[in-house]
Nanobody, 116 residues
């Protein structure tokens, strides 16, 4: 089992920045994918960014150039640096870890609200 604890959400004005953190504990494999998803009210959950244990990254088009995902493998922690935030970035952000055969774990979510 894997437990994920997120932190760093909050309220920020448009153009501002926030940094989300997600610490994983439990049985963590050396090879995995850590990612951030978000879900806005009335919308489906969407993948924002992901990073493999080898450091390869993926970004949704809507956040490219503004968000940066990184990870500290020694701490089993993934980060999401969010710059130039827009009101449309407002959502609950969820940390996710995929590993092994079907291992798919989620954090409890952290609210990010961007005011205009």
């Amino acid at each position: 089992q894997v437990q994920l604890v997120e932190s760093g959400g909050g309220l920020v004005q448009a153009g501002g920045s926030l940094r989300l953190s997600c610490a994983a504990s439990g049985t963590i494999y050396s090879i995995n994918i850590m990612g951030w998803y978000r879900q806005a009210p009335g919308k489906q959950r969407e993948l924002v960014a992901a990073i493999t244990s080898g450091g390869s990254t993926y970004y949704a088009d809507s956040v490219k150039g503004r968000f940066t995902i990184s990870r500290d493998n020694a701490k089993n922690t993934v980060y999401l640096q969010m710059n130039s935030l827009k009101p449309e970035d407002t959502a609950v952000y969820y940390c996710n870890v995929k590993q092994g055969r079907g291992g798919d774990y989620w954090g409890q979510g952290t609210q990010v609200t961007v005011s205009s």
